[in-house]
Antibody
Framework: EVQLVESGGGLVQPGGSLRLSCAASGFTFSSYWMSWVRQAPGKGLEWVANMKQDGSEKYYVDSVKGRFTISRDNAKNSLYLQMNSLRAEDTAVYYCARGNTNYGYWGQGTLVTVSS | DIQMTQSPSSVSASVGDRVTITCRAS??????LAWYQQKPGKAPKLLIYAASSLQSGVPSRFSGSGSGTDFTLTISSLQPEDFATYYC?????????FGGGTKVEIK
């Protein structure tokens, strides 16, 4: 059974940093693109970033470029999102999702709240 | 960036009704379109990919059509478990973008 489990969310002050993790199991992690998608409270879905299997390609939405970094450790079956210079508008549930062009598996999400 | 516009933003329907949701892309995206269903407090669920391919395990009452800029998601006979919010998503370009969502409510 495919499982994606996010962790690392929490309350952080504006300008602070947070690192999200996504632990994958039930499939060959190193064979798939992986993505982060977020959803602000009461709002729609927003794609954040994704990464190719070997890490050779990474893409970001403009609003996080230069602040967020996606990475992965295929030996640990894990995906990460390093978030720096956090802003109030980054407050959202962050989902880890498997895929590049569509997302057939999602984690349960981890809530990031940016507030003083 | 490619803008995805869904209509309507909400629809009230009864069990058994046929429901159609439209998604329009700001430029041509071929068939690079997916549809998702999301229930409150839950992660989205993939329904349709490549505009018209049904994801494994998804009931056949869901269907997708379209190409280029205009796409539709149709629920042929609405069931109680289908009351949710639906999103389209394009994958022709980066950044990937989602539509604003369509909430299907009970009439």
């Amino acid at each position: 059974e495919v499982q994606l489990v996010e962790s690392g969310g929490g309350l952080v002050q504006p300008g602070g940093s947070l690192r999200l993790s996504c632990a994958a199991s039930g499939f060959t992690f190193s064979s798939y693109w992986m993505s982060w998608v977020r959803q602000a409270p009461g709002k729609g879905l927003e794609w954040v970033a994704n990464m190719k299997q070997d890490g050779s390609e990474k893409y970001y939405v403009d609003s996080v470029k230069g602040r967020f970094t996606i990475s992965r450790d295929n030996a640990k079956n894990s995906l990460y999102l390093q978030m720096n210079s956090l802003r109030a508008e980054d407050t959202a549930v962050y989902y880890c999702a498997r895929g590049n062009t569509n997302y057939g598996y999602w984690g349960q999400g981890t809530l990031v709240t940016v507030s003083s | 960036d490619i803008q995805m516009t869904q209509s309507p933003s909400s629809v009230s329907a009864s069990v058994g009704d046929r429901v159609t949701i439209t998604c329009r892309a700001s430029q041509g995206i071929g068939s690079w379109l997916a549809w998702y269903q999301q229930k409150p407090g839950k992660a989205p669920k993939l329904l349709i990919y490549a505009a018209s391919s049904l994801q494994s395990g998804v009931p056949s009452r869901f269907s997708g059509s379209g190409s280029g800029t205009d796409f539709t998601l149709t629920i042929s006979s609405l069931q109680p478990e289908d009351f949710a919010t639906y999103y389209c998503q394009q994958a022709n370009n980066f950044p990937r973008t989602f539509g604003g969502g369509t909430k299907v409510e009970i009439k």
